[in-house]
């Protein structure tokens, strides 16, 4: 299985700060030039809501302060200026093994 | 709308059997992969099975197979997850998801919690 590894854990930044998930894969997740990984959201009591796909292409009604890059390997999840609604668990998600889709253990995302 | 909505969660003791349910509306449920997806209390997501479009395909992740078996009934829109010798780290809110075709998972159910306990 492909093993996607998250980092930090969790982070606390102040309000309008940016903040910066990374997430790495065991693998390359490049196959013809598209990265196949996925970042969602998680409020707590809610499901997970897709935020971005592609590595870097935001699901429609997405806000523009959330931002998703990386290729090969190391990808990163910025929110440019950190809003009260923006507290949840985020993760990555690779899908391109289609025999077994893997995510990362979550980050924390709180205010300072 | 495009919604999923998940049912049949329950306490069950270890070693019994559970059918979860789950009915899309708002789409060509036939049209779609379909996915469940497990969290633990306090836990991360952990993706448990899936079923191709018509059913004639499945995979399971390592720690279900052989107990865990996904179905689906298109003309009903509706998803499956038939759960046997359940075991206390089965504990957890399973959610079912539409799969893209490329494969990211979108939307999600609400999610019905199964706990496993004597």
């Known amino acids: 299985d492909i093993v996607m590894t998250q980092s930090p854990d969790s982070l606390a930044e102040s309000l309008g700060e940016r903040a910066t998930i990374n997430c790495k894969s065991s693998?390359?997740?490049?196959?013809?030039?598209?990265?196949?990984l996925a970042w969602y959201q998680q409020k707590p009591g809610q499901p997970p809501k897709l935020l971005i796909y592609?590595?870097?292409t935001r699901e429609s009604g997405v806000p523009d302060r959330f931002s998703g890059s990386g290729s090969g390997t190391d990808f990163t999840l910025t929110i440019s200026s950190l809003q009260a609604e923006d507290v949840a668990v985020y993760y990555c998600?690779?899908?391109?093994?289609?025999?077994?889709?893997?995510f990362g253990q979550g980050t924390k995302v709180e205010i300072k | 709308e495009v919604q999923l909505v998940e049912s049949g969660g329950d306490l069950v003791q270890p070693g019994g059997s559970l059918r979860l349910s789950c009915t899309a509306s708002?789409?060509?449920?036939?049209?779609?992969?379909m996915h469940w997806v497990r969290q633990a209390p306090g836990k991360g997501l952990v993706w448990v099975s899936r079923?191709?479009?018509?059913?004639?395909?499945?995979t399971y992740a390592d720690s279900v197979k052989g107990r865990f078996t996904i179905s689906r009934d298109n003309a009903k829109n509706t998803l499956y997850l038939q759960m046997n010798s359940l075991t206390v780290e089965d504990t957890a809110v399973y959610y079912c998801?539409?799969?893209?075709?490329?494969?990211?998972?979108?939307?999600w159910g609400q999610g019905t919690p199964v706990t496993v306990s004597s």
């Open positions: 998600q690779q899908y391109y093994s289609t025999l077994s889709w893997t």
């Open positions: 708002g789409f060509t449920f036939s049209s779609y992969w």
């Open positions: 079923i191709n479009n018509d059913g004639s395909a499945t």
């Open positions: 693998q390359s997740l490049l196959y013809n030039s598209k990265a196949y």
């Open positions: 998801a539409r799969g893209s075709e490329p494969g990211w998972f979108d939307p």
């Open positions: 592609w590595a870097s």
